[in-house]
């Protein structure tokens, strides 16, 4: 009850530094396996985390338009990076997934389809940042719809634990600002952090988002947040969204790009344009999925298997004859559409949060804030000789 | 989302590379479906694909599904004998809207393999005829040798309450109907326009000069309704290969209302 009344002065927690990685151990006697970043070939990756010495302390990372380089950062901080071509979804939404098993009955022409017993197990998501929760929140709307729900999708979400990591830096291609999806995390997490380095002293204020968070922070050495504390907290968040290295203006972007679906900027991208797929493949909100159906040599069981697509493939608007989408134009305009447009018409929401990651990780530097802002700078003009049959 | 296993009990040949499947499934079942829906059907180790449901509403114990064979899967379905079993996942998608166009001239408009998904439709007409206005049916194919179920629109063909028109694009010996695109039977169909629905399936050039000499005849583009044809893996909404424009063909279609799509149906390669 004491605790109650201490946490109405700022209603917010610190754990020191040396008390961290008392985190991991309490998310694993919960059962939580803890995944997070960690360096690997050069880049800030998301996988399993043993310890707190698994983090990328001391490390930051440089971004532009097709560059990423890891740094030395002159502090140890464990968060002082951005994001890296890694997100969460790769645990929600895995990039391989076998879907279920057939199996032939002998020598009847009947077979029985045995279905994929559901995961259980429980993610600690750790250093979610603002617009990767909302990137969760937007697969959310996609993998839970009312009439169909993906279940593995599910059964991992529900149990995912989320520690979000508040930035205190932006990266060259961010932009979550624009997107109103940062860079503070505003709900939605189970506890968020902000990193603070001020001289010697090195902890982070915690914010408590559900009953879960209160547990597991129990569990952990903390003690209630100072005002100046909070104070430091908020003013390092603040920086960050004073640095964003990309803008993006979102007034009437859906009606903008519905109008200009003839705009010669598709043609003019589509000249830089490799179709490499690699923006899908990093955006946290691209869910595009293929299926393939294979059987063992003796043709007694089958199964099938979900993997990541992208919509920058030639078969994948493919129909018998041939594909739809033949040009790299069409396949630019209908990803960038649909991450600014039509998504809005799908699931109420933009399907880009801001991250940057097409940007940074585009090997020709395509910047989708650049070709936006093309098109809106010559809002109307289109390809001359109207429809063509 | 996973499929269940039917057994084809029927397997009858429509022409050269289509065959129509009957299936009933393999423990008591009743799979209630609306005209226009379709199922994603898989054959063991070799694939799934949509297939429109081309049976009777009425009989809902039993899947029809008509078959053009251009593919892996598709040619694996038309070899199907009596007997084996493929994997059913559905109904899916919008229907043709019959209810709304009671009270209403109906006109639907095929083309080849088109028929498959409004067969339904039309039945759903013929048992609740004394509903509706004037009935037409046009329909075209390729040649005569295209033409799918060919008993049922004799049968058909032979009523004083529904008007079938029947065209090929060129015709061969012993055709004596009527040759050219199936928008020519346009003008010659019965009914009037300001109280017309119409529904259309068929290749994405033959849906565009159908909408097109409808507008011309006085129907709006309010008033049709067309089914579209996409890539599909999953059907529900997930993998994303169906989308058209803002729309999923799988769970938003595949029947839209032409109105509603026309701003995306224009452009090229959506
Ligand atoms: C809603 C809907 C209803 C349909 N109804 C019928 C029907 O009643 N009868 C019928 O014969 N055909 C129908 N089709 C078309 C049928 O799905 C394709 O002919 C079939 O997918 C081709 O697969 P394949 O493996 O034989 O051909 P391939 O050329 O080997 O195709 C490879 C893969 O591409 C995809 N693909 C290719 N063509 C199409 C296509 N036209 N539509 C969707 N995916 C495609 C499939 O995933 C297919 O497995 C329908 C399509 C849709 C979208
Ligand atoms: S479109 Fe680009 S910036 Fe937007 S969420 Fe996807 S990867 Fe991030
Ligand atoms: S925009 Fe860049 S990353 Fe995306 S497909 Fe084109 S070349 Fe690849
Ligand atoms: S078929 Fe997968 S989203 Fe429509």
Redesign the pocket.
């Known amino acids: 009850m004491r605790l109650d009344l201490d946490l109405r002065a700022t209603g917010q927690h610190v754990i020191d530094r040396g008390d961290f990685h008392v985190l991991f151990k309490a998310l694993r006697r919960r059962g939580y396996q803890v995944v997070g970043p960690r360096v690997r070939d050069g880049a800030i990756v998301y996988d399993a985390l043993d310890s707190v010495d698994d983090l990328p302390q001391g490390w930051t990372d440089e971004q532009d338009a097709g560059h990423y380089r890891l740094k030395r950062r002159e502090d140890p901080a464990l968060f002082g990076y951005v994001v890296g071509p890694h997100s969460w979804k790769k645990f929600l939404f895995p990039p391989h997934l076998r879907l279920w098993r057939a199996r032939r009955n002998g020598d009847d022409p009947g077979f029985e389809v045995q279905p994929e017993p559901l995961p259980d197990t429980k993610y600690a998501f750790l250093g979610v940042r603002s617009c990767e929760l909302h990137a969760l929140f937007v697969q959310d709307r996609v993998f839970l719809g009312e009439k169909h729900a993906d279940p593995v999708y599910k059964a991992l979400r529900e149990r995912a634990f989320l520690v979000a990591v508040n930035c205190t830096q932006a990266g060259g291609t961010c932009f979550c600002v624009s997107m109103r999806t940062g860079p503070k995390a505003q709900g939605g997490f189970d506890l968020a952090l902000t990193e603070v380095l001020d001289g010697e002293r090195h902890y982070f204020v915690v914010e408590v988002g559900s009953e879960r968070g209160r547990e597991v922070l129990q569990d952990v050495p903390h003690r209630e947040a100072s005002p100046q504390e909070v104070a430091q907290a908020e003013e390092r968040v603040k920086q960050a969204e004073g640095q964003m290295g990309r803008t993006l203006d979102t007034r009437g972007i859906k009606e903008l790009l519905y109008r200009n679906l003839e705009h010669p900027r598709w043609d003019e991208v589509a000249q830089r344009c490799l179709s490499c797929a690699n923006c899908t493949m990093v955006c946290p909100t691209c869910f595009c999925s293929t299926v393939e159906d294979v059987t063992d040599l003796k043709g007694e069981t089958a199964e099938r298997v979900r993997r990541w697509d992208s919509c920058f493939s030639l078969e994948f608007s493919?129909?018998?004859g041939g594909s739809l989408r033949r040009s790299v134009k069409s396949r630019y305009r209908q990803w960038m559409t649909h991450k600014l447009a039509t998504w809005i018409d799908q699931f109420g929401t933009s399907g880009c949060v801001g991250c940057g990651r097409c940007i940074t990780w585009c090997p020709v530097g395509i910047d989708i804030t650049e070709e936006l802002r093309a098109i809106r700078e010559s809002d109307g003009l289109t390809r001359g000789g109207g429809e063509e049959a | 989302m996973v499929p269940r296993p039917w057994r084809v009990v029927r397997v009858r040949r429509e022409t050269h590379d289509?065959k129509t499947l009957e299936l009933e499934p393999t423990e008591p079942l009743s799979f209630p479906f609306q005209p226009g829906q379709?199922n994603m059907l898989y054959v063991f180790g070799i694939?799934?694909?949509?297939?429109?449901i081309?049976g009777d509403p009425q009989e809902p114990h039993r899947l029809v599904?008509?078959?053009?064979?251009?593919?892996?899967?598709?040619?694996a379905l038309c070899s199907l004998k009596r007997g084996d079993v493929v994997g059913v996942r559905g109904p899916f998608?919008s229907a043709w809207p019959v209810e709304e166009a009671e009270g209403h001239d109906v006109v639907i408009v095929a083309g080849g393999?088109g028929l498959?998904?409004l067969r339904p439709a039309l039945h759903h007409v013929l048992a609740n005829r004394g509903k509706y206005g004037n009935v037409v049916l046009l329909y075209g194919a390729r040649t005569p040798r295209d033409l799918l179920y060919r008993k049922e629109l004799e049968r058909w063909r032979g009523r004083f309450d529904l008007q079938v028109e029947v065209t090929v694009d060129s015709a061969g010996e012993g055709w004596y109907g009527h040759v050219g695109v199936v928008t020519t039977l346009i003008p010659r169909a019965d009914f009037d326009p300001a109280e017309t629905v119409a529904w259309v399936c068929g290749p994405e050039i033959m849906m565009r000069f159908t909408v097109q000499a409808l507008r011309e005849r006085g129907v709006s583009p309010e008033d049709v309704y067309i089914?579209m044809?996409?890539?599909?893996?999953c059907a529900v909404g997930f993998c994303g290969h169906?989308q058209f424009g803002p729309e999923f063909?799988c769970k938003d279609g595949?029947v839209f209302r032409f109105a509603e799509i026309e701003r995306f149906f224009r452009v090229r390669e959506v």
């Open positions: 493919y129909l018998h | 289509t379709f694939g799934e694909v949509p297939i429109s081309s599904h008509t078959v053009r064979a251009v593919g892996a899967v598709t040619r998608g393999i498959a998904p089914s044809e996409r890539n599909m893996k169906c063909v595949p």
